[in-house]
């Protein structure tokens, strides 16, 4: 069934300009190096070993045009929603009664991270999977991000754009349907969440917020952990510790001047740099990989997402959703609806039963994982579409 001219639905193709591919090379070829960093670890940032191997593959190894063939061989759509062109990819399944999801990603990520897992969740039976397990989706690109428009006014918040994907959902005729995020995604998701509407009947988060208040208020200022934490507790303590003392400076400098990083729309370099810097099990998987040793992601699939980045022009645009979002990113929103979550060891922190519990009055599925972190979708296709059947399995039949 073609969306094509319904609502204002239309399709989307992009294809870079040759003469941008080519710039893109030349800019790689004359990045102006630093001094390499004066300790034998991740200590200072990231390492200039990894980022020069990445620079080397980018610009003689890489080739954008399977990117682009493999997302425009996808059905991708634009619509408007409060006065924004929204880009998606909508994949239906063959299977009858597929359950309509929509996914969101988080910075810095984008449409890239979910590709892996469209043909396991829409077609199951190819992947070890049953008819029953079949899903329609939904991959909106954020405001600002890849090929979505960019804000040009205030206000582009995560309530706002929760409100943008209840209206999408609607406007692609889903009455009935369930929702996914992580980073960003899971701020996304949680806010449709509490905003109820009639069609969403429970979300599965793989970042979720439920840090307690006693606990944030003692990672903030910096005293010892309390008392009385459970093995569990403890490890999901100890990583927020971490985060908090050496993870912020990304998010503190995006949330608070985001128009002063004119240095990673201008050096391809500086922007890969920047978004591997994101937290450091993420980072340590990357310079791994660039040092030869692939696992989970590929040299090509972290090209492919800055490569978006840089051809879209979003790295500034992007960073701007820290500076309008006021949201506490781990605190307990009070969600009412089913939540369904699955806690990744390598995550920015591993959030404990016990807090998810209280997190979320009607948890209906938590599991905690062997293997994977921050960008599981993209890391773990796998695993994480297992997890997305097994998460809404409960919730396919029921009223």
């Known amino acids: 069934m073609s969306n094509t001219g319904n609502h204002g639905?239309?399709?989307?193709?992009?294809?870079?300009?040759?003469?941008?591919?080519?710039?893109?090379?030349?800019?790689?070829?004359?990045?102006?190096?630093?001094?390499?960093?004066?300790?034998?670890?991740?200590?200072?940032?990231?390492?200039?070993?990894?980022?020069?191997?990445?620079?080397?593959?980018?610009?003689?190894?890489?080739?954008?045009r399977k990117a682009e063939s493999r997302l425009n061989a996808l059905p991708q759509f634009t619509t408007n929603i409060d006065g924004l062109d929204i880009h998606f990819i909508h994949v239906r399944s063959t299977h009858v009664n597929a359950l309509p999801l929509i996914v969101t990603h988080g910075w810095p990520g984008s449409i890239i991270e979910q590709l892996k897992i469209i043909d396991p969740l829409t077609n199951p039976t190819a992947h070890g999977g049953k008819p029953s397990d079949a899903f329609d989706v939904v991959i909106p690109s954020l405001p600002g991000y890849g090929f979505s428009a960019?804000?040009?006014?205030?206000?582009w918040d995560p309530i706002r754009i929760a409100r943008a994907w209840i209206v999408l959902m609607r406007r692609l005729g889903y009455t009935r349907y369930v929702a996914q995020g992580g980073d960003w995604g899971n701020a996304v998701t949680e806010q449709m969440?509490?905003?109820?509407?009639?069609?969403?009947?429970?979300?599965?988060?793989?970042?979720?917020?439920?840090?307690?208040?006693?606990?944030?208020?003692?990672l903030q200022f910096g005293g010892p952990p309390p008392s009385g934490l459970s093995a569990d507790e403890k490890y999901a303590?100890?990583?927020?510790?971490?985060?908090?003392?050496?993870?912020?400076?990304?998010a503190q400098e995006m949330s608070n001047r985001p128009q002063t990083l004119y240095a990673i729309e201008d050096s391809p370099v500086g922007l890969a740099a920047w978004m591997l810097?994101?937290?450091?099990?993420?980072?340590?998987?990357?310079?791994?990989?660039?040092?030869?040793?692939?696992?989970?992601?590929?040299?090509?699939?972290?090209?492919?997402?800055?490569?978006l980045y840089w051809l879209t022009?979003?790295?500034?645009?992007?960073?701007?959703?820290?500076?309008e979002s006021k949201l506490a990113f781990f605190a307990p929103k009070g969600i009412t609806i089913p939540v369904a979550v699955s806690a990744f060891p390598d995550e920015i922190y591993?959030?404990?039963?016990?807090?998810?519990?209280?997190?979320?009055?009607?948890?209906?599925?938590?599991?905690?994982?062997?293997?994977?972190?921050?960008?599981?979708?993209?890391?773990?296709?796998?695993?994480f579409t297992e997890e997305l059947r097994a998460a809404f399995k409960s919730l396919r039949h029921s009223t």
């Open 313 to 323: 022009n979003t790295a500034v645009s992007s960073a701007r959703l820290y500076w």
């Open 277 to 307: 810097d994101h937290d450091a099990r993420s980072y340590a998987l990357i310079a791994r990989v660039f040092g030869g040793q692939p696992e989970g992601l590929s040299r090509d699939d972290i090209l492919e997402n800055v490569t």
């Open 237 to 250: 303590y100890d990583q927020l510790n971490f985060f908090y003392k050496h993870g912020l400076g990304y």
């Open 150 to 155: 960019k804000p040009t006014t205030l206000g």
């Open 9 to 64: 639905i239309h399709r989307f193709q992009f294809q870079a300009p040759d003469e941008a591919l080519a710039d893109l090379r030349r800019r790689i070829a004359a990045t102006k190096w630093p001094s390499p960093e004066l300790v034998t670890d991740a200590s200072q940032g990231v390492q200039l070993s990894t980022v020069q191997e990445l620079a080397r593959y980018w610009g003689t190894d890489f080739d954008w």
């Open 193 to 218: 969440a509490l905003q109820l509407p009639p069609g969403l009947v429970g979300i599965h988060t793989n970042m979720p917020a439920t840090v307690p208040d006693d606990i944030a208020k003692d």
């Open 350 to 383: 591993t959030a404990p039963r016990s807090w998810t519990e209280r997190a979320y009055p009607k948890l209906i599925y938590y599991n905690r994982l062997k293997k994977g972190g921050h960008f599981a979708a993209w890391e773990q296709p796998q695993v």
